[in-house]
């Protein structure tokens, strides 16, 4: 696509409900990026993927979230057992390491994130 | 953490004015970027700056870099109400890792 598309745009969801939210890359993105942003917060880095590695899971903030990439292209972030504390913005972003600005010195795409509310 | 911070969390100008925030990391880096961000949504790029460069400018924005002491500066010149936004700097590992800074809140006050 032409950029970075994320569902669901918005969700509610019960404390204790499992959710899932979805980011389709740039197509020929390798590089795909998850953060989450609290309201008025900064963004904090949660999983990494750049093609066949294993992804970079250092930020996850506990066990609950998990996140895979299926053949390299779609990403689907996973919270189980949600807490009120989840509640934020899940940003999704891509780069390609040949980008424009050469290697290593490519931007990063954002989507237009996933405002999750869990009551 | 490696995360950056930005400095002053919040600044308000006038229309007309200068403004200038401030970046600080902890790490070697290969580059880094400024973003925009409207609205707590998507954030967009800005400018790059690679770690052998000093300065950039891209129109009203000039970005300074100092590996030294691992600080940036962007500098948005004749700010308008439209520059109303976050500002982020992320700062760019040799592995083609991002961090993101805390942001500065810039408010251009008509």
């Known amino acids: 696509g032409a950029g970075v598309s994320q569902s669901p745009s918005n969700k509610v969801t019960e404390k204790g409900k499992d959710v899932e939210l979805r980011c389709d890359p740039i197509?020929?993105?390798?590089?795909l990026y998850w953060y989450r942003q609290s309201l008025g917060q900064g963004l904090e880095f949660l999983i990494y993927?750049?093609?066949?590695?294993?992804?970079?899971k250092s930020g996850l903030p506990s066990d609950r979230f998990s996140a895979e990439r299926t053949g390299g292209s779609v990403s689907t972030l996973t919270i189980q057992r949600t807490q009120q504390e989840d509640s934020a913005v899940y940003l999704c972003?891509?780069?390609?390491?040949?980008?424009?600005?050469?290697?290593?010195?490519?931007?990063?795409?954002f989507g237009e994130g996933s405002w999750l509310t869990v009551v | 953490s490696q995360q950056g911070e930005e400095d002053p969390q919040a600044l308000s100008i006038q229309e007309g004015e200068n403004a200038t925030m401030n970046c600080s990391y902890k790490?070697?880096?290969?580059?880094l970027q400024w973003y925009r961000q409207n609205s707590g949504r998507g954030l967009v790029h800005l400018i790059l700056?690679?770690?052998?460069?000093r300065e950039k400018h891209s129109g009203r924005l000039r970005v300074t870099l100092d590996t030294s002491k691992k600080s940036s500066s962007l500098l948005i010149t004749a700010s308008r109400a439209a520059d109303t936004a976050s500002y982020f700097c992320?700062?760019?590992?040799?592995?083609?890792?991002?961090?993101f800074g805390t942001g500065t809140s810039l408010t251009v006050i008509p």
């Open positions: 972003a891509s780069s390609s390491p040949r980008g424009l600005s050469g290697i290593n010195g490519n931007t990063i795409y």
């Open positions: 197509s020929g993105h390798t590089a």
């Open positions: 993927f750049q093609g066949n590695s294993a992804p970079d």
């Open positions: 790490t070697s880096i290969n580059n």
């Open positions: 700056i690679r770690s052998n460069e």
């Open positions: 992320a700062t760019a590992q040799w592995g083609n890792q991002f961090y």
